[in-house]
């Protein structure tokens, strides 16, 4: 199928109450398994790269490959998505190759790690928002630092996230300032901050709402019933995929991710787009360390490739399933980016406050 936008995905999963995971990318056998596992259970899906990875695969290898998976699955609408981009050129080269939708995160500073003031973020986002609707392709924006809640650090795990002691307002997505952000900017989505930090070291202990605060999504979806929120760093860092590394040599800390029933209440809060790395990065590291422990004479890559990429399948099957984007692939008629284009200069994609959103929602 062509590919589709974020904005198209994420208007049905309003639509139908559901969240799609979105999955990062890095090389091909991720690719082939988030795509059977979409094909598996019927499930729109989302693709995203990093700066990192577009850096590591390189551009046109990524592009070619996400035509070669839209090829090979037909039948399966897939968003390409710039994750975490830093500024308009990132934004900007990543829809020269395609991508249908980029993340502006104006939170961080264009070295991806200082802190941003408010204003610049508006600014920087609605400049992204502006060109890119211009070409037919979503925006979304980030409002509030990703970090500990438990700490108060914010968060450096992958290179990129502030190092250093956040507030606990900057570790909290504002309700009141998250409603004039979407007015100011008019991104199609937006990510908030409420105690979620890339990587597996999340947490200490199972989170509880103090320092995973799912409150605060309830509060911002109150106030933007239209907004389609999205939740970063939200990897649930299964205790079984920490095992087995563990049980084949690795040395993982006990850790806490996201809870899959937490993310299920956020999707019945408005979170329609889900954050997902870390976990697959288990899942493959864990079937790597298994296959070379138990033989340790297997030299072909293929020998341990296919079970890393059997192991990313299942998580990526398990999160379709728990988000419920499973059944809708073949629901969705993906409308090209020149047709999105002309629905945003209509104004009939703008986003809707007050009255207007609670009658919109209502409907
Ligand atoms: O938010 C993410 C990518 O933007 C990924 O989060 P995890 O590290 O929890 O998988
Ligand atoms: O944003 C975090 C994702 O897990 C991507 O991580 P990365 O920048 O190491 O590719
Ligand atoms: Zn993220
Ligand atoms: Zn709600």
Redesign the pocket.
Known sequence: MARITLRQLLDHAAEHDYALP?F?INNMEQGLAIMEAAEAVNSPVII?A?RGARSYANDIMLARMIDALAEIYPNIPVCMHQ??GNGPATCATAIQYGFTSVMMDGSLMEDAKTPATYEYNVEVTRKVVEMAHACGVSVEGELGVLGSLESGMGEAE?GHGFEGVLSHDELLTDPDQAVEFVERTGVDALAIAMG?S???Y?FTRKPDGDVLAMNVIEEIHQRLPNTHLVM????SVPQELQDIINQYGGAIPQTW??PVEEIQRGIKHGVRKV?????NRLAITGAIRKILTEKPHEFDPRAYLKPAKEAMRQVCQDRFVQFGSAGHADKIKALSTATMAKRYVSGELNAKFGAAAKKAAAE
């Open positions: 979105a990062n995203q990093s994750d975490h992958d979620t890339h990587g597996a999340k970063h760093g939200s990897s991710g996201v954050n997902v790395d870390t976990d």
